[in-house]
């Protein structure tokens, strides 16, 4: 493993790179001249995607002119054997909607593995960051903030699930498997895009997943995740943000959400669940004591998924 201060300089052009382009999109969101168009996937682009992408290439092309750079909008230029991997504007219909869940995503990936992640969600007030051996963090900037940890469920049915929406499912053939999850864990909340990722990494939110995603979407992700003790795979359990979709968790009920994997048997018999609804906010700073409350109550058969 590379020491912590490996991508040290790194982490820092990554923050200087946010500085930069939340000043842009801040200014751009809720913008009454904003100009609105339409991708060839039926996706919306907007003017501020596109300017924001720039700044950040103009400004590795002078700090990094050696890397490669792949965004959302401009595709893949260079060839060094590190690249950058943009998404300049992160949940863009909320963008073009005036919701402030959106973000920045800036990664960096060498040698095939995704090394440092920042997600900079300037509307929240929020940003999140890991490199590689350097933990996950959360705050406004390196000088104030807080590292994050994954919560300690361990239990499908005790497990708080997030996902963006039912789009995707259908055509992944998984639907169904989606809702069947839903009905097996505590609660279900679509936070979605960057935001349901970066919740679980702060212990918010257990488990993730989406059907449809490309690596712009994923790559600033994985470092955070994983810097904060989850797990983050494609849906058929391929490790990092290269399978096309995901499926992330605090690393403890990974191995029971195979209902959103076509590659997996059927379920083993049911069993009672034991975990007390108090076990479920161990891992959460300032939860509040909830022991005479149960998510699933006592006796109450639930099965336990594990492929």
Avoid at 27 to 42: H, I, S, Y
Avoid at 215 to 222: F, W
Avoid at 232 to 259: S, Y
Wanted: a neutral charge.
């Amino acid at each position: 493993m590379r020491s912590p201060s490996t991508y040290t300089d790194d982490m820092r052009l990554a923050h200087v790179l946010a500085d930069a382009v939340d000043a842009l999109t801040t200014r751009r969101f809720k913008a009454q001249d904003l100009q609105v168009g339409t991708k060839p996937d039926l996706t919306p682009v907007t003017d501020a995607d596109r300017e924001a992408e720039q700044l950040i290439r103009s400004q590795l092309a002078r700090a990094r002119g050696r890397d490669s750079v792949l965004g959302e909008e401009f595709g893949s230029t260079g060839g060094g054997s590190r690249q950058w991997v943009i998404d300049p504007i992160d949940g863009t219909k909320n963008f073009v909607r005036g919701v402030p869940v959106w973000a920045t995503l800036i990664a960096l990936i060498d040698d095939g593995q995704p090394v440092v992640g920042v997600v900079s969600a300037p509307a929240l007030g929020r940003r999140w960051w890991a490199a590689t051996g350097s933990g996950a963090w959360t705050g406004r900037s390196l000088a104030k903030a807080e590292q994050i940890r994954v919560s300690q469920v361990d239990q499908l049915e005790n497990a708080s699930l997030s996902f963006s929406s039912l789009t995707g499912w259908k055509e992944l053939g998984r639907r169904d498997a989606l809702i069947d999850l839903t009905d097996r864990v505590w609660r279900t909340r679509a936070y979605g895009d960057f935001w349901s990722y970066c919740l679980l990494a702060e212990g918010a939110v257990d488990i993730a997943a989406e059907p449809e995603l490309n690596l712009h979407d994923m790559a600033a992700l994985v470092p955070i995740v994983e810097e904060a003790g989850g797990r983050f795979t494609a849906l058929d359990g391929t490790p990092g943000p290269f399978g096309g979709n995901a499926a992330v968790t605090n690393g403890r009920p990974h191995e029971r959400v195979p209902e959103l994997s076509a590659a997996c048997p059927g379920p083993p018999p049911p069993t009672t669940a034991p975990l007390a609804c108090r076990e479920l906010f161990s891992g959460s700073r300032g939860a509040p004591s909830l022991t005479r409350l149960s998510p699933r109550r006592s006796g109450r058969q639930v099965r336990n998924w594990k492929c």
